[in-house]
């Protein structure tokens, strides 16, 4: 269809700097600016640059949460934090438990560090609740880790305080790390605070997050892994995960350099990125509400809906995209590619309300017909 100059609107993407919505540009080109010229001579950290983890480290205070700089690895986002905690809790065959539905990156990067995802079922009659039995039922001996991805991508679920302490004390009785992903902790809808696995019991959590959805700022290419929980095991990984940073430096030096002020500069921001974010989202479920034959369970945070298709005897997600695709030169994620049983559509909450409203209302039509 591109190749033919038809037109298609993107109901997908994620990138909400494509979507209008950029940390102030004006602010961030001075800071990256003066950021250079500090960065001017090159003295790497393993861990990253001192400042940069302190003033990580006084995020998660604000947020109650202890984790002091010299527990914070710097890394180029969060896609290779996974790959490092991989690589550090797992020999080659051994397996981590991950959520059902699934991101499709941690799968390739999982394959990438030789090891295997298993999945634990969220339950979308229960709000896409964990299933705390199903989770426990599937560790094994082969088991090194739990991943926990709060607010769940891509159907939106927020972690109770009760689901998080019944696995938080599995982590415990099993002895086995969390990873807790939180890179959308920040959008939440109808909640005051997000549960954080870094404020139970759990023996070693992993809290990933960075600065691609938490600052609109993909492109900087920040992420970092914040180590808590008991000493004893926070110290040998703290050990590997420096080792094998330092293989690497794999971090930008004026990026590292500019985390002080981008955080400092971004309190301002972030209440007025947040409610634009809700905004898109109340309007996405709006436009979807008129959809004969979708049941959807209104997600409480991140930047995407799974609708669930109904009123069609169709059992094939692609099938039905590429139908919605050709008719109404809307695209649309099929279930399939989150693992979600059929038959589901993914959509994008963060688009444009000015395209995504005419173009759901497309989809719509195409789903009525």
């Not at 959807?296 to 590429?322: K, M, N, Q, W």
Request: aromatic content about 8%.
């Amino acid at each position: 269809m591109i190749a033919r100059g038809e037109p298609v609107v993107d109901l997908i993407s994620g990138n909400v700097t494509a979507q209008g919505l950029q940390y102030p540009p004006s602010i961030l080109e001075r800071i990256l600016v003066n950021a250079s010229r500090a960065a001017r001579v090159y003295r790497p950290h393993p861990l990253g640059q001192a400042e940069a983890r302190e003033a990580i480290s006084a995020y998660y205070r604000s947020q109650g949460v202890t984790i002091p700089a010299g527990r914070i690895v710097l890394t180029p986002g969060t896609s290779l934090a996974y790959w490092y905690a991989f690589s550090v809790l797992c020999d080659p065959g051994d397996e981590i438990l991950a959520p059902r539905p699934s991101y499709p990156l941690c799968v390739e990067i999982a394959r990438a560090a030789g090891i295997h995802l298993v999945p634990y079922r969220l339950d979308e009659s229960r709000g896409w609740a964990i299933d705390v039995d199903d989770l426990e039922a599937h560790v094994s001996h082969r088991t090194r880790a739990i991943i926990l991805i709060s607010p769940h991508h891509p159907t939106g679920a927020v972690v109770n305080t009760a689901e998080l302490e019944a696995i938080a004390e599995i982590a415990g009785r099993r002895r086995l790390p969390m990873i807790a992903d939180e890179v959308f902790g920040e959008f939440l809808f109808g909640l005051d605070a997000l549960p954080r696995p870094a404020a139970t019991r759990a023996p070693l959590v992993i809290t990933l997050n960075g600065f691609s959805k938490l600052f609109a700022l993909p492109g900087i290419k920040l992420g970092w892994m914040a180590l808590s929980g008991d000493e004893a095991l926070v110290a040998p990984v703290m050990t590997a995960l420096e080792s094998l940073s330092d293989a690497f430096l794999p971090v930008n030096e004026t990026v590292q350099a500019a985390v002080p002020e981008i955080f400092r500069h971004g309190e301002e921001f972030l209440p007025t990125y947040r409610r634009e974010i809700a905004n898109r989202r109340d309007a996405t479920l709006r436009g979807l509400a008129a959809a004969p034959g979708l049941t959807i369970v209104h997600p409480c945070g991140g930047f995407y809906v799974a609708a669930r298709v109904t009123s069609l005897t169709l059992h094939d997600d692609e099938a039905l995209d590429i139908h919605i695709l050709q008719s109404t030169g809307r695209l649309v994620h099929p279930g399939f590619f989150y693992d979600l049983d059929p038959t589901h559509l993914v959509l994008s909450v963060v688009s444009d309300s000015a395209v995504s409203g005419p173009a759901l209302q497309r989809v719509v039509s195409a789903l009525s017909g």
